[in-house]
Nanobody, 123 residues
Framework: QVQLVESGGGLVQPGGSLSLSCGASGSIFTINNMGWYRQAPGKERELVASISRSGSTNYTDSVVGRFTISRDDAKNMVYLQMNSLKPDDTAVYYC?????????????????WGQGTQVTVSS
């Protein structure tokens, strides 16, 4: 199996910055797309940013110019640098990865989630 563990959440004032990290471990052959999602109270989970294995990135409109996603494949890590944070960014942030595992019967591609980390933007 594969485990994703996030870190870096917390409380920050509006205009501040936070950096999230997520590490993948387990029986990994390769990691394809990686991403960050968030879910605010009473709202559906939404994609914040994603990054492909080739490094192509995608951001939801509300974070463009403020958030930056990156990955380190040597360490099986994905990061989210969040600047100019706003109260509307308050949510639980989840790491997501599409992982290929090599099994006895062949290769299997599966989606995995981290446990979530709380980000609160408030004065």
């Amino acid at each position: 199996q594969v485990q994703l563990v996030e870190s870096g959440g917390g409380l920050v004032q509006p205009g501040g910055s936070l950096s999230l990290s997520c590490g993948a471990s387990g029986s990994i052959f390769t990691i394809n797309n990686m991403g960050w999602y968030r879910q605010a109270p009473g709202k559906e989970r939404e994609l914040v940013a994603s990054i492909s294995r080739s490094g192509s990135t995608n951001y939801t409109d509300s974070v463009v110019g403020r958030f930056t996603i990156s990955r380190d494949d040597a360490k099986n890590m994905v990061y989210l640098q969040m600047n100019s944070l706003k109260p509307d960014d308050t949510a639980v942030y989840y790491c997501n990865a599409l992982v290929t595992r090599r099994l006895m019967t062949g290769f299997r591609k599966s989606e995995y989630w981290g446990q979530g980390t709380q980000v609160t933007v408030s004065s």
